[in-house]
């Protein structure tokens, strides 16, 4: 492959930045001047380029959209105190990226087209990196299969996307989780720890009945005997039970978070006990009687962390106490959050200062 700091950038003729309200930000609603396009064709992986956002033009037939082969990818871009923008855990999300593509069948792209794909995306679109506390460039890189042809199989071709936005602090309020025990995400053996589609599409109709009951998500529970907690479903969930840091442990059920191993690794540098093992609802509503259960939170990229104040289990809706600031959930979220913008030192190695 020719060099990739090469990619050639092919501009827009007129920046859409100025149309955006950096101080009413909303998940998803922008989108970025450029994106990042290769395809993969003839069993190779063509150069890469970055254009104008666009549409794109593709078949009916293209598989993807009839056999589910998808991939993506949710990180983060920050701009520091300094003016300097960041990639957060580039490396750590490429391979993640690898594994649920290979779960799926689909072809990887390259490591170096992947970092030298982000970091020169981010830098054409720097612009687009928000300044405001807690905002920042949200970076999505997708990989679907984009052979036209409607037999069943596995496709021979694909597409590589990276497309940006500007995103807000997500839930900074409380939120109402319900322990699912009729519905499940993901069973042994399934593509559970894979950022596939197809796992938030089968999702969509039980949390929307969590919705309706008044719950703004649900908290999965094992496919086996729905005794267990896994997770949420975009968020992973961690408990502090008898003043440890607990949260269920990786399976091909739960997804591998990166703000998961971020704030594991930051709460046992604060001194805190962490503990990755079975947390079983009948666990959990133990704690609640005994009063042993202390916070309870999601954590995913887009909110970091999600502060649980009501804990549905069958009737039962369980609440947790307010978190001031010396709770754990937002003593690792500030640790995070200085980490990020270079306030305080990058010990883990975690940043890719551009
Ligand atoms: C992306 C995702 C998470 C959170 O992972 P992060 O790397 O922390 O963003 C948790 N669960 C599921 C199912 C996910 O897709």
């Known amino acids: 492959m020719e060099l990739l700091t090469d990619i050639p950038v092919k501009r827009v003729y007129r920046s859409r930045v100025m149309e955006v309200d950096f101080n009413n930000l909303e998940f998803g609603k922008y989108v970025s001047d450029h994106m990042l396009v290769c395809d993969f064709k003839a069993g190779e992986w063509q150069l890469p380029v970055i254009v104008p956002y666009a549409n794109l033009s593709m078949s009916p037939a293209s598989l993807a959209l009839h056999y589910g082969q998808t991939v993506f990818e949710g990180m983060k871009a920050f701009r520091m105190h300094d003016g300097h923008i960041n990639i957060f855990r580039l490396e750590k999300h490429y391979e993640r990226f690898a594994r649920s593509l290979e779960r799926m069948c689909m072809a990887v792209p390259p490591q ?48 590589f996307i990276i497309i940006t936005g500007p995103v807000p602090e997500l839930y900074a309020k409380p939120i109402r989780v319900k322990v699912e025990t009729n519905y499940v995400r993901a069973a042994k053996g399934g593509t559970g720890f894979a950022k596939c589609g197809g796992n938030y599409g089968g999702a969509y109709y039980p949390t929307q009945l969590a919705r309706k009951q008044g719950y703004d998500q649900v908290l999965w529970t094992d496919a086996k005997e729905n005794k267990f907690i896994e997770e949420s479903g975009m968020m992973n969930v961690m408990f502090v039970l008898n003043n440890k840091l607990v949260t269920p442990p990786l399976s091909d059920s739960i997804l591998d978070g990166i703000t998961r191993d971020s704030l594991l690794t930051l709460a046992a540098g604060l001194g805190y ?73 990058d010990i883990y190695g975690w940043n890719r200062v551009i």
């Not at 170096?112 to 830098?123: A, D, I, Q, R």
């Not at 609802?281 to 009687?289: C, H, T």
């Not at 069958?314 to 937002?330: E, F, H, I």
């Not at 690792?332 to 913008?341: M, P």
């Open 112 to 159: 170096e087209m992947f970092t030298e794909g982000l970091l020169k995306l981010v830098s054409t679109d720097k612009s687009w990196v928000p300044q405001q506390a807690g905002c920042s460039l949200y970076l999505r890189p997708f990989v679907f299969a984009s052979e036209a042809r409607f037999g069943v199989k596995i496709s021979d071709e694909y597409r």
């Open 273 to 345: 006990e962490t503990e990755e093992r079975p947390v079983s609802i009948a666990e959990l509503e133990n704690a609640f009687r005994n009063n042993t259960i202390r916070e309870a939170f999601g954590a995913g990229t887009a909110a970091v962390v999600a502060p649980i104040d009501t804990i549905c289990i069958g009737d039962t809706d369980y609440m947790l106490p307010a978190y001031g600031p010396q709770s754990l959930l937002n003593r690792v979220k500030d640790g995070l959050q200085k980490i990020r913008l270079g306030l305080s030192e």
